[in-house]
C-alpha cells in the first residue's frame, strides 16, 4: 500500500493519496499449489515407508492419497494390530 501525504500549492487544503495492489486473487492460488505438493509428497513418502514394511497395496496408496494423515493413522493402527498378534 502506498501512501502519499501533500500539500496542494493553490489552496490551504491538505490531501491523502492511498493506492493498493490487490493480492487476493494471487493468496488463494498459492495456498492451492502449496497443499498440492504437500499432499503429493506425503502421498509418495507413506507410499515408500508402507513398501519398505513389505505392506504396500493398492488400498493403502489409495488411503494415503485420499484420506492423506487419517489414511496413514489408520495405515499405523492396523500394522500395529498386525505386529501384536504375529508377536503372541
Same mark, same amino acid.
Given at each position: 500500500? +502506498?501512501?502519499?501525504?501533500?500539500?496542494? +500549492? %493553490?489552496?490551504? %487544503?491538505?490531501?491523502?493519496?492511498?493506492?493498493?495492489?490487490?493480492?487476493?486473487? &494471487?493468496?488463494? &492460488?498459492?495456498? &492451492?499449489?502449496?497443499?498440492?505438493?504437500?499432499?503429493? +509428497?506425503?502421498?509418495?513418502?507413506?507410499?515408500?515407508?508402507?513398501?519398505?514394511? *513389505? *505392506? +504396500?497395496?493398492?488400498?493403502?496408496?489409495?488411503? &494415503?492419497?485420499?484420506?492423506?494423515?487419517?489414511?496413514?493413522?489408520?495405515?499405523?493402527?492396523?500394522?500395529? *494390530?498386525?505386529?501384536?498378534?504375529?508377536?503372541?
Amino acid at each position: 500500500m +502506498l501512501i502519499d501525504l501533500g500539500y496542494d +500549492l %493553490n489552496s490551504t %487544503n491538505w490531501y491523502v493519496q492511498i493506492e493498493s495492489k490487490k493480492l487476493f486473487a &494471487f493468496i488463494p &492460488f498459492i495456498s &492451492f499449489i502449496g497443499f498440492a505438493i504437500y499432499a503429493t +509428497l506425503f502421498t509418495i513418502w507413506a507410499t515408500i515407508n508402507a513398501y519398505h514394511h *513389505r *505392506r +504396500l497395496n493398492a488400498g493403502w496408496v489409495l488411503s &494415503f492419497a485420499i484420506l492423506n494423515v487419517v489414511g496413514y493413522l489408520l495405515y499405523f493402527l492396523v500394522g500395529n *494390530r498386525v505386529q501384536t498378534k504375529t508377536i503372541s
